[in-house]
């Protein structure tokens, strides 16, 4: 006779069931289905699976890697003499500019770089820069000695190398002492300056000893000004008027006398 439920339901299922052995057969497999209940309209997304924070390490941002920043540098003008700067060994290790590696010790700044000081030497004749004044030219540093052979320029009035500033002027390179005014002798600077006969002049000696005047305000009359020379002399176009009522003479009959133009009316003025 079959077992009764109630004694089948205290028995275990390899003794109760016949075919508990076919079922779970190694080499067989069992596929389950589990029914999830769909989400109602409108609700959020299912939440991402997030670990137990007790067991997870908190995650603390790594700092980013310092990346160190060249010491400020003014660049100078090409020729001029600089000094590297020394500095004591301290906790700040540079990377040489020469071999790239960490300098531990002292140190030299120079050119906006750290620099061992065996490794900044002339990249002529190797001599130490450490102490002495230096030139850069095409990124690499010269003593004064070997800038002068090889790079520095000719004075075209003195007829020597040049070592600092240079002056460029008329296709030639001059020292800054060396190009003057003709005629007073003073150095241009940035100021303008005025050729005559091959000679620079500054802009008032210019004015003074070449520039043709005008007879009415004693101006220069200046290149694209309108002039007119009439009783021998040079006037502006507006500077040509009648000595007693101001009125302009452009292309007008004019009178003389004591050197001044007059209208017809005023032609026989006794006060002029």
Known sequence: PAPSGPASSNRPPWVS???FADKFDPSK????????QPLPRGAPPTPPFI??????????PSPAPATPSPAPFAPVARGVAQRAERFAA?????????????????FLVALGRSWHPEEFNCHYCHMSLADVSFVEEQNSVYCENCYEEFFAPTCARCNTKIMGEVMHALRQTWHTTCFVCAACGKAFGNSLFHMEDGEPYCEKDYISLFSTKCHGCDFPVEAGDKF????????????????????????????SKKDKPLCKKHAHAINV
Not at 51 to 60: D, E, G
Not at 90 to 106: A, E, F, H, K, Y
């Open 17 to 19: 069931d016949t075919n």
């Open 29 to 36: 497999t069992t596929t389950s289905t589990v029914k999830v």
């Open 51 to 60: 670990p137990n924070p007790s067991h997870a390490a908190p995650a603390t």
């Open 90 to 106: 301290s906790s700040r290790t540079p990377l040489c500019g020469s071999c790239n590696s960490v300098i531990r010790g002292p």
């Open 228 to 255: 007119i020379e009439a009783l021998g002399h040079t006037w502006h176009d507006t500077c040509f008027v009648c000595a007693v009522c101001n009125m302009n003479l452009e292309g007008q009959p004019f009178y």
